[in-house]
């Protein structure tokens, strides 16, 4: 009863004529973002992350989270009609883009878009249950449990993201220096300036976000050169009854895995959709058909997908701790709107938290009708050249880092950024566990220095306390199997370099 209670809470915030606007404008621009090849909600958050300064904290966190659970539908429409994927739309590829083959456009989208609102309601009532009880769970942890949860988040982000424990832990590393930049809030020095003035006060969060994720992002798709094509086929949305019962069961299974591995430290929408497209394949009654343009394949990677983006906003919201890029990125809009997410963040900020609970699911239902009726209209943004687009990005950019602290300095720093990122991008190094130490850094080091202050300095307090214990030797355990893969497999390639 109390979750039903806080919901109605959260309705009578979310559905004021301000907030349902922010809401609708989060979702259009969210499904605009997915469908256009070269964007992200990563990308398109930090580009909006400075506009954000003069709208309402409510207001703004929504629209936020719009872009970024909105994205998640949009990517399914360019994956099915084109082949053209996003990093949470992959699956979507395999058996949508066959069903387009078969002349079955319509039936797939259809999938996906109903699939995607069954996922996203499950999740919301997950959220809405589970978040509160992980807030007075968190209440548990003390300075050292906090450094030891974000040295777990740093190992799990950075292998899901790169694929290499070494790499993108490094990533993280390079960040986490990065977040100490400027003068020390404790002893007044500064710190890697460089005797630079315009660094005394440290990097600015959307200059490295713009840097890393936009203008990078830019550079690497003109670089590439690819030429879009753009989808031209019939759309028929009507399916048949027997087609319809198809979906429920698949978009159910694809909802309970998704809701789960969006709770888990590097989990997310990527992982979600490779888990719940297996679970078909496994249990699904037309499991044979699976890969060749099933239902199935789309309805639980689809459900799946939105589930995981949803909740995603679990760990943020109740315990303080990001758990993909994106949500680092939605930690730094929190903070700048002077709300520190965590335990006591229910407490303190109630209708803000379950005004954006309740948003979700009015996002749900404004997606519903922008991804199935609309469809046919989303199409038509195949039609816009890039370059085109990529100048008024660029502009908004630098309008964006500009307007913070009003520094030509910014731009300049944005710029650096952009060249860093696109460097990192052409060495296959992902610059998002960069982005999340940039953010945790500053932060672990604060939990660090308390952690020493209520120890004597004695590092034994990481062991001596339970959970913090018990999240090293977590830690420990995964480097340890990775090592022992990576020792496995190396005599296999020096036997068949001998070859």
Known sequence: MDV?????????????????????????????????PGLGPLATISLLLPLTYSIPATGALIMLAGIYYGAQYGDSVSAITMRIPHASSIVACIDGYQMTLKGKTGLALFTAGVSSFIGGTVAIVVLAWLAPLLGHVALLFGPADYCALMLFGFLCVSFVTTGSLLNGFSMCL??????????????????????????????????????????????????????RTPFNGRINLIPTWPEFKRIIPSALRGSVVGSLLGIIPGGGPVIAQFAAYGIEKKFSKFRDEIGAGAIEGVAGQAAADEAAARTSFIPLMSIGIPENPVMALMMAAFILKGVQPGPNMIANHPDLFWGLVASMWIGNCFLLILNVPLVRFWLSVFKVPYNVLFPSILFFCCVGTFSVNNNLNDIMITASFGLIGYVMMRLELDPAPLMLGFILGPMLEEYFRRAMLISGGS?????LEPISASLLGLTALIVVAQIVLSLRKRPDGLRRGMA
């Open 4 to 36: 039903l209670h806080n919901l109605a809470f959260g309705f009578g915030h979310a559905l004021t004529v301000e907030n349902l606007l922010y809401c609708a404008v989060g979702c259009v621009v969210g499904t605009l973002v997915g469908l256009l």
């Open 174 to 227: 390079v960040g986490v220096l990065l977040g100490q930049i400027g003068t020390d809030v404790e002893t007044g020095l500064e710190r890697f300036t460089f005797g630079l003035p315009a660094l005394a006060d440290g990097v600015s969060l959307v200059s490295v976000a713009l840097g890393c994720f936009g203008i990078a992002e830019i550079t690497k798709n003109l670089d590439a050169k690819d030429e």
């Open 459 to 463: 590092l034994k307090t990481f062991i």
